[in-house]
């Protein structure tokens, strides 16, 4: 008999309650499958090791790392990597790639999820929503005309990094009336035209824009992508707004902006270590926002990223190849094609 298609799922997917965080509809994606067993990992891990991955055919990976290092024993029998998430910088791809290892991640499921992170963040900072909230709670109701808010129209909304979150921030943000910017390389100017939005480089972004929202990916070239030079560059009226990863921006630059009044005001769902330190300077500052990598996070986001994951999953335990491939030059290691049809 053929030994069973075995997959684990990272622990920490479960919440206090010991279930899914994503419910338990996509599950059934693995349930159905012939040939499959799953369960979840006896305990959580924050890095997988060489003997999960020869136990196992996939893993379903939500916040864990996966170094080299677990795919390089004679013994691994891993396929598949799937992330639990668009980002894939806590998986050393090249590594995975040379094991014949195929990642995956859940692209589709992000756009709109981000998105209204980030137009959330604006709009709470251009209403002063938390402070205006602490004036109710603290009886200094007669301090309102003291922290006026700021109006969007004609505003100038720059966004770093217009992939296919990117792209959505810019499309629900025409509602508002915002003039609107984007600094990216790889993307066509003329597509982004068709946005409404215009295609500047990263100095100009910073010098004329009123709210900046980075949302690119975690790699050596984006790491402290924006430090001091970029903060120096922007309004004294800007607000500043991280979505995408801690480390693409140089937190001690942001801390020395903020408190030197060189920028407004920030929202930050990402943090160069996490979870984040509580004496954090950050923590500490009223004209902050800070959430906890997870403002996105609702039942259909998680269950839209369970469902593609989880999928990519049955599609190499039946010879296909997944949607959605990380890093596509690994369909062709001689590992992944004796298990992937024609």
């Given at each position: 008999m053929a030994a069973r298609f075995r997959v684990g799922i990272t622990r920490d997917v479960l919440d206090l309650r010991g279930e899914p965080s994503f419910g338990r509809a996509a599950l059934r994606i693995l349930d159905e499958a012939p040939g499959l067993e799953w369960e979840y990992l006896p305990e959580v891990v924050h890095e997988?090791?060489?003997?999960h991955a020869a136990r196992y055919d996939a893993?379903?990976?939500?916040?864990?790392?996966?170094?080299?290092?677990?795919?390089?024993?004679?013994?691994?029998?891993?396929?598949v990597v799937a992330r639990h998430g668009v980002g894939y910088d806590s998986v050393d791809v090249p590594a995975m790639t040379r094991a014949g290892v195929i990642v995956t991640n859940t692209p589709t499921a992000m756009p709109r999820p981000v998105a209204t992170t980030a137009l959330t963040f604006i709009l709470a900072l251009a209403g002063k929503l938390l402070v205006k909230d602490r004036l109710t709670r603290t009886g200094r109701w007669d301090e309102r005309l003291d922290h006026m808010g700021t109006g969007l129209t004609g505003r100038t909304l720059g966004v770093v990094g217009a992939g296919g979150i990117g792209k959505e921030i810019l499309r629900?943000?025409?509602?508002?009336?915002?003039?609107?910017?984007?600094?990216?390389?790889?993307?066509?100017?003329?597509?982004?035209?068709?946005?409404g939005t215009r295609r500047v480089d990263l100095d100009t972004l910073c010098a004329e824009s009123d709210f900046i929202v980075v949302?690119?990916?975690?790699?050596?070239?984006?790491?402290?992508?924006?430090?001091?030079?970029?903060?120096?560059?922007m309004k004294r009226s800007a607000c500043f707004i991280n979505v995408s990863r801690g480390p693409v921006v140089d937190e001690p630059a942001l801390i020395d902006a903020l408190l030197a009044g060189r920028i407004a005001g920030a929202a930050l769902d990402v943090f160069e270590q996490e979870p984040v330190d509580p004496a954090n300077p950050l923590l500490a500052m009223e004209n902050?926002?800070?959430?906890?990598?997870?403002?996105?996070w609702t039942d259909e986001c998680f269950h839209n990223m369970a469902s593609t994951g989880l999928a990519s999953i049955v599609d190499v335990l039946a010879g296909r190849v997944p949607e959605f491939v990380v890093d596509r030059e690994v369909l062709g290691q001689p590992r992944v094609a004796a298990w992937l049809r024609a």
């Open positions: 997988l090791s060489a003997d893993l379903y990976v939500n916040m864990a790392r996966v170094p080299a290092s677990a795919v390089a024993r004679d013994d691994c029998r891993l396929r629900m943000a025409r509602t508002f009336d915002l003039k609107l910017l984007a600094a990216d390389p790889f993307v066509n100017a003329l597509e982004l035209a068709y946005l949302i690119t990916i975690l790699n050596a070239k984006t790491r402290h992508l924006i430090g001091a030079p970029q903060f120096a560059r902050v926002i800070v959430t906890p990598h997870s403002l996105c």
